[in-house]
């Protein structure tokens, strides 16, 4: 089966968003909420454990396939992670998402209760 231009991006999106969560550093920032951030540091290194290791995608959870999004369950808490893309200034959506060369990515780790 050959890969269409669509396909091939939605594999480097897909990519670059699991670089990121699965290091929680290379490709981009990691931003927690107010309300992670008053959880006991054990707490906080637990959910962010789950976050990186993180790999129950479905078609429910990711019907764009691009690793962007997903609720856990992880130190007694419901948690929700998403990775947005801005332009380079940090100030608009980036122009394309596969390509981190006009992409800031920026993963952010909420309570569910937050969102």
Known sequence: ??????????VRIRE???RLRQTLCVG?????TAGIAALPPE??????????T????????????????????????RIMWKVDYYDLAMEFLSPDPSN?????RVLTVML????
């Open 28 to 32: 981009g920032r990691v931003v927690v």
């Open 54 to 77: 993180f790999d129950k995608f479905t078609p429910d959870n990711d019907p764009c396939e691009e690793h962007d999004c997903a609720v856990l369950d992880a130190a007694g808490e």
């Open 1 to 10: 089966m050959e890969c269409n231009d669509e396909t091939r991006r939605t």
């Open 100 to 104: 981190p060369a006009v992409t800031r």
């Open 16 to 18: 670059l968003n699991d």
């Open 43 to 52: 707490a906080v290194a637990d959910i962010l454990k789950a976050v990186a």
């Open 112 to 115: 569910a209760s937050e969102y």
